[in-house]
């Protein structure tokens, strides 16, 4: 009974240092701070998904991954800070990370609609000359078989027949 008696008060104290440990972590401040952390770490994952539609629409778009690693590594340091207990240095950290995803989502989504509308005009333009360039060849072909129409009408009446005699 004795040693159920030591686990049951160890682990009595290890809930009671969990629970001292974990006070101090949950003010106002700190929760304010993790939420945006989290919102950053949504925006950026949401800035990923907007560049990855604009690589998908054929834009080039190493400079705008750049503009993503900074922000990324940037939100690295605001959790360090922040597993660091360093609050202020989180806080600086993280507000950079909102303008830097919000200027990447806004140049992706603006260059994936002109990279659509590049690719609309596009289709059109190639549709206007297949159709301009099968007019051209059907109407040469006519007109090339217009001019061996008439030589060869012309040559079957300038024909002599012969007659023969049986």
Do not use: C, H
Request: glycine share 6%; net charge neutral; no cysteine.
């Amino acid at each position: 009974m004795t040693n159920k008696k030591i686990l049951g008060a160890g682990l009595l104290t290890l809930l009671a240092l969990l629970l001292f440990v974990s006070i101090p972590l949950s003010d106002g401040q700190t929760t304010a701070l993790t939420l945006k952390i989290q919102n950053a770490n949504t925006a950026i994952g949401q800035a990923f998904g907007a560049v990855l539609s604009a690589e998908q629409a054929g834009v080039q778009i190493s400079g705008l991954l750049d503009q993503l690693n900074i922000a990324a590594g940037l939100l690295a340091r605001a959790e360090n800070s922040y597993r660091l207990g360093d609050i202020n240095a989180a806080t600086t950290a993280v507000d950079q990370v909102f303008p830097i995803t919000q200027q990447v989502s806004s140049l992706s989504m603006s260059a994936e609609s002109n990279a659509e509308s590049a690719t609309q005009i596009t289709l059109w333009l190639s549709i206007f000359v297949a159709f301009v360039g099968s007019f051209l060849f059907v109407s040469g072909l006519f007109f090339i078989w217009l001019l061996f129409k008439k030589r060869y009408i012309k040559n079957i009446l300038d024909a002599k027949p012969e007659v023969v005699n049986d």
